[in-house]
């Protein structure tokens, strides 16, 4: 359900500030899931927002 929120979220945002809400709330993700979870979510979001290069810095710097 968290995952959920977070990939809509994730395509909702539009912009580096809300790039970087999106990645806060992988952040608490990570801690409450584990490592192995945040990043398969990651990686997903990478393959499906490879046209926001803001994005993926932001994802690379909390990967």
């Given amino acids: 359900m968290f ?3 977070i990939t ?3 395509d ?3 912009d580096r500030k809300k790039y970087r809400k999106v990645c806060a709330l ?3 993700y990570k ?6 979870a945040s990043h398969h979510l ?8 490879k046209r926001r290069p ?3 810095e ?4 909390i990967r």
């Fill in 3 to 5: 995952s959920h929120y």
């Fill in 8 to 10: 809509q979220s994730a």
């Fill in 12 to 14: 909702e945002a539009t």
């Fill in 26 to 28: 992988i952040k608490t």
């Fill in 31 to 36: 801690k409450a899931c584990g490592t192995i």
């Fill in 42 to 49: 990651i990686t997903e979001l990478m393959e499906k927002h």
């Fill in 54 to 56: 803001a994005f993926l």
């Fill in 58 to 61: 932001e994802l690379a710097r």
